[in-house]
């Protein structure tokens, strides 16, 4: 991803919390992540971080989902003694629609990402809007899409390790590296 789009998500992300009232401080706003994934299709997979606290107990963040774009299906493994991330999502705004192992729904509402469709094999659906949350069991696996006016979910869960996350798609770069323009 060039450093142009990442600013511009960037800007983009910050707006949406701020329209819905989530005050962000100066240097949160610059710290909002950007990943793409390494898929280069950031506004089908991809999605905005801010981390708030991240410690080896606990980890708080916001995700920003843009109209339809989706978060790859991936779980978060065991590391060492650590059962893996237990993770809680609280819709703030928007529509959210994850997906996570058991009895698949029959006619899904979200759109698989078209080329992508081998990677997505969990589709059991759970309907999040404003004020509904869901508890994901650690190494689930799970991947989530927002509905057409795009979504803000909180995310409360054990440590977050980004970086030992497994996605099915095995084209996916977890952490995000930005190209200058």
């Given amino acids: 991803m060039k450093r142009r789009e990442a600013e511009l998500a960037q800007k983009r992300a910050a707006e949406m919390l701020a329209r819905v009232g989530i005050v962000l401080t100066p ?7 950007i990943a793409d994934f390494g898929l280069g299709e950031l506004e089908r997979q991809g999605l905005a971080l801010v981390t708030y606290i991240n410690t080896d107990r606990y980890c708080a963040k916001e995700l920003v989902l843009f109209p339809r774009q989706t978060c790859p299906e991936h779980r978060h493994p065991p590391v060492g003694s650590d059962p893996g991330k237990m993770e809680t999502f609280r819709c703030r705004w928007g529509k959210v629609w994850l997906y996570v192992e058991g009895e698949p729904t029959a006619n899904i509402q979200a759109r698989v990402p078209e080329g992508s469709e081998t990677y997505y094999t969990v589709f059991r659906e ?34 977050s390790r980004d970086e030992f996350d497994l996605f099915t798609d095995p084209r996916i770069v977890r952490l995000p590296r930005v190209d200058e323009d």
């Fill in 126 to 159: 759970i309907e999040l809007n404003p004020g509904e949350q869901y508890t994901i069991p650690p190494n689930t696996l799970h991947w989530f899409q927002a509905g057409d006016e795009g979504a803000i979910v909180s995310e409360f869960s054990s440590t």
């Fill in 27 to 33: 240097r949160e706003r610059d710290q909002i992540e």
